[in-house]
């Protein structure tokens, strides 16, 4: 049941959407808001949301802060997030997300907060993420990330 409706991808002009912390916001995150191009902050965070983080978030240039953590939402982490470039935040906490850290995530060159704890996530922590200077918080525990060893 979508609890949002599509309508609200008719507001071009708005900057900021946070719906946190609604238990009955349910259902797949609508692709529509991706139509929302001016939005610098989506937060999400509390609610029961499934399913994927649809693609059109990608059409978000403009974002600064998505926070989708604390919902159900699983699949892997968009491949194309790191062309986001406006992210200083990210914050997908507490969900049931599988697959790797997506190698796009290195053009992230303004994150200052990845927080990616508490999923499923698998396979090596990239080196490269050490090499984001802006990055102060970093969180990648309650996954199954094992850290490269170089001999």
Known sequence: MEVVSPEVATLKNLRVVKL??????????????????KLKHLSLQG?????????????????????????????????????????????????????????????????????LENNSLTGEIPSWLFDLDGLMDLFLGGNHLIVGITV
Do not use: Q
Request: aromatic residues 6%.
């Open 47 to 115: 609610n029961k949301f499934s399913g994927g983080i649809p693609t059109s978030v990608l059409n978000l240039k403009e974002l600064e802060v998505l926070d989708l953590s604390r919902n159900d939402l699983s699949m892997e982490i968009l491949a194309g997030i790191g062309n986001s470039s406006n992210i200083f935040c990210l914050s997908l906490r507490n969900n049931k997300l599988t697959g790797g850290i997506p190698w796009s995530m290195e053009k992230l060159r303004k994150l200052e907060i990845l927080d």
């Open 20 to 37: 946190s912390y609604n238990h009955f916001l349910n259902g797949k995150i609508l692709e529509e808001i991706g139509n929302l191009t």
